[in-house]
């Protein structure tokens, strides 16, 4: 039985087999592949776009999703995250989909229960479904011509799972990925070339991906107001000029913050459409792990 806690638990050909389905699953059409399955997702956390995804993919494929609202679960009478997984283990799902706000939480759980463990972010370490779709993207992107190419992940880069994951995604790739943040966001990581200003490196990019500033994960206050962090990081039709470059972000976008309005109705902007390539390749996943294919 496999696992998703990390991009690396799925090899480079296991990933490739992964989009080839993906690529068919985009046609959104319902199927009976996962008829009679059941699939928990538990969120300790917030989210749109993975959650939303996840019971859509879910549902295309005929399975049935329990989602447990956590606020009135028994969490709040003192039971433990471990204590409330062994629980929901014992009612034999297919498959348990969680996020938690701990680093390393979905790993510790995978020897405790019997089914497929899909981590759909834990804290600041990985966001594995969100790196595969976003890499999804960019092969789409580039008609699977991605080796060389070169992604600029800009913004809370520190804080953010979703850099993260992607940073030791891409590279298996061959793609080459550089951060640019302000030093407060900057990663503590020599490995990747680390920028203060996307001006230092926008002439060499083909890709850029914005990213949140995570608040939420902050324990001092960087910036009096996101206006001052904007001013040198949001992302503009000055930022880009006329040059070819995809724009990502894994959302939520602060508009002009993150991204400017003009820049979210650009086509260079393909935010929307990470969102529905993460509907077929958390398809493809529910797929692999579930029916072990
Ligand atoms: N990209 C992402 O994880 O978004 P959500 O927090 O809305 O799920």
Redesign the pocket.
Known sequence: MQNLIKTSDFSKEEIISLFDDAKVFLDMKSRDILKGKIIVILFFE??????SAFETAAKRLGADIIALDVGTSSRSKGETVFDTVANINATKPDAIIIRHSECGLPGSLVDYVDCPIINA?DGKHA?PT?ALLDLFTIMEHFNDDVEGKKIAIVGDVKSSR?AGSNKRLLPRFGIDVCFVAPDCFKAEDDEYKQYDNISEIIDEVDVVMSLRTQLERHNEIFFQSLNDYAKDYCITKDTFGDRDILLLH???VNRNVDISDEMLVDPRNKVLKQVTNGVAVRMAILKKLILNQ
């Open positions: 917030n989210s749109t776009r993975t959650r972010g966001h969100q979703v894994p959302g939520p």
